[in-house]
Protein backbone atom coordinates (compact mmCIF):
# COMPACT_ATOMS: atom_id res chain seq x y z
CA UNK A 1 0.00 0.00 0.00
CA UNK A 2 1.53 3.49 -0.69
CA UNK A 3 1.23 5.72 2.03
CA UNK A 4 3.01 9.46 2.34
CA UNK A 5 3.08 9.92 6.33
CA UNK A 6 3.79 13.11 7.98
CA UNK A 7 5.82 13.89 11.06
CA UNK A 8 7.44 16.74 12.96
CA UNK A 9 3.97 18.58 13.87
CA UNK A 10 3.36 19.89 17.30
CA UNK A 11 2.17 23.08 19.73
CA UNK A 12 4.47 25.90 19.77
CA UNK A 13 4.35 29.27 20.54
CA UNK A 14 4.31 32.52 18.21
CA UNK A 15 7.45 33.09 16.49
CA UNK A 16 8.55 29.73 16.87
CA UNK A 17 9.72 26.93 14.19
CA UNK A 18 8.49 23.23 13.32
CA UNK A 19 10.21 21.26 10.92
CA UNK A 20 7.65 19.00 8.97
CA UNK A 21 8.87 15.72 7.21
CA UNK A 22 7.22 13.54 4.92
CA UNK A 23 8.23 9.95 4.22
CA UNK A 24 6.61 7.45 1.94
CA UNK A 25 6.87 3.89 1.94
CA UNK A 26 5.17 1.39 -0.35
CA UNK A 27 7.10 3.10 -3.23
CA UNK A 28 9.73 6.01 -3.96
CA UNK A 29 8.80 9.66 -4.51
CA UNK A 30 11.77 10.61 -5.45
CA UNK A 31 11.98 13.27 -8.33
CA UNK A 32 8.16 13.78 -8.22
CA UNK A 33 6.31 17.24 -7.51
CA UNK A 34 5.24 17.80 -4.13
CA UNK A 35 3.49 19.88 -2.08
CA UNK A 36 1.84 20.88 1.35
CA UNK A 37 -1.32 21.50 1.75
CA UNK A 38 -3.07 23.08 5.16
CA UNK A 39 -6.70 23.09 6.76
CA UNK A 40 -7.76 24.96 9.47
CA UNK A 41 -11.00 24.22 11.48
CA UNK A 42 -13.90 25.44 9.19
CA UNK A 43 -11.96 26.55 6.15
CA UNK A 44 -11.20 24.80 2.90
CA UNK A 45 -7.58 23.10 2.35
CA UNK A 46 -5.53 25.61 0.88
CA UNK A 47 -2.07 25.00 -0.48
CA UNK A 48 1.07 26.22 0.92
CA UNK A 49 4.48 25.26 -1.11
CA UNK A 50 5.23 23.19 -3.88
CA UNK A 51 8.68 22.01 -5.23
CA UNK A 52 9.23 20.37 -8.36
CA UNK A 53 10.34 17.23 -8.97
CA UNK A 54 14.00 17.80 -9.41
CA UNK A 55 13.71 20.15 -6.21
CA UNK A 56 15.51 23.23 -8.69
CA UNK A 57 12.32 25.03 -8.23
CA UNK A 58 10.53 25.94 -5.50
CA UNK A 59 6.99 27.94 -4.97
CA UNK A 60 4.99 29.51 -2.09
CA UNK A 61 1.27 30.89 -1.05
CA UNK A 62 1.71 34.80 -0.21
CA UNK A 63 0.91 34.00 3.25
CA UNK A 64 4.03 32.03 4.12
CA UNK A 65 6.78 33.53 2.12
CA UNK A 66 9.82 34.36 3.91
CA UNK A 67 8.71 32.20 6.82
CA UNK A 68 8.56 28.55 5.28
CA UNK A 69 10.83 27.04 3.00
CA UNK A 70 10.05 23.43 1.31
CA UNK A 71 13.12 21.17 0.30
CA UNK A 72 13.64 18.14 -0.94
CA UNK A 73 16.25 14.98 -0.42
CA UNK A 74 15.54 12.43 -3.05
CA UNK A 75 17.83 9.71 -2.02
CA UNK A 76 15.99 9.85 1.64
CA UNK A 77 12.86 11.28 2.80
CA UNK A 78 10.82 12.97 -0.02
CA UNK A 79 10.45 16.12 1.46
CA UNK A 80 10.37 18.95 3.96
CA UNK A 81 8.97 21.88 5.41
CA UNK A 82 10.93 24.15 7.69
CA UNK A 83 8.22 26.97 8.92
CA UNK A 84 9.37 30.27 10.98
CA UNK A 85 8.35 32.81 12.64
CA UNK A 86 5.17 30.86 13.10
CA UNK A 87 1.95 32.73 13.46
CA UNK A 88 -1.22 31.64 15.44
CA UNK A 89 -2.94 31.81 12.27
CA UNK A 90 -0.66 28.93 10.81
CA UNK A 91 -2.76 26.16 13.04
CA UNK A 92 -3.68 23.82 10.97
CA UNK A 93 -3.59 20.41 9.77
CA UNK A 94 -0.51 20.12 7.68
CA UNK A 95 -0.73 17.49 4.70
CA UNK A 96 2.11 16.63 2.15
CA UNK A 97 1.00 15.30 -1.14
CA UNK A 98 2.70 14.03 -4.46
CA UNK A 99 2.28 14.01 -7.75
CA UNK A 100 1.59 10.64 -10.50
CA UNK A 101 4.41 11.61 -12.79
CA UNK A 102 8.17 11.66 -12.21
CA UNK A 103 9.88 14.50 -13.28
CA UNK A 104 7.30 17.02 -13.29
CA UNK A 105 6.60 20.98 -12.60
CA UNK A 106 4.90 21.94 -9.73
CA UNK A 107 1.42 21.41 -8.78
CA UNK A 108 -0.77 24.48 -6.86
CA UNK A 109 -3.99 22.40 -7.03
CA UNK A 110 -5.17 19.84 -4.68
CA UNK A 111 -6.83 18.25 -7.61
CA UNK A 112 -3.06 18.19 -9.62
CA UNK A 113 -1.87 15.79 -6.54
CA UNK A 114 -2.28 12.05 -6.11
CA UNK A 115 -1.21 10.56 -3.24
CA UNK A 116 -1.58 12.50 0.31
CA UNK A 117 -0.72 11.61 3.93
CA UNK A 118 -2.83 11.38 6.40
CA UNK A 119 -1.73 15.18 7.73
CA UNK A 120 -0.01 16.15 11.37
CA UNK A 121 -1.23 18.97 13.27
CA UNK A 122 0.34 21.90 13.70
CA UNK A 123 -0.51 24.52 16.84
CA UNK A 124 0.77 27.96 17.39
CA UNK A 125 0.28 29.14 20.60
CA UNK A 126 0.13 33.80 21.28
Known amino acids: QVQLVESGGGLVQAGGSLRLSCAAS????????MGWFRQAPGKEREFVAA????????DYADFVKGRFTISRDNAKNPVYLQMNSLKPEDTAVYYC???????????????????WGQGTQVTVSS
Open 51 to 58: ISGSGSST
Open 97 to 115: AAASMKFGSMRYRAEDYSY
Open 26 to 33: GRTFSNYP
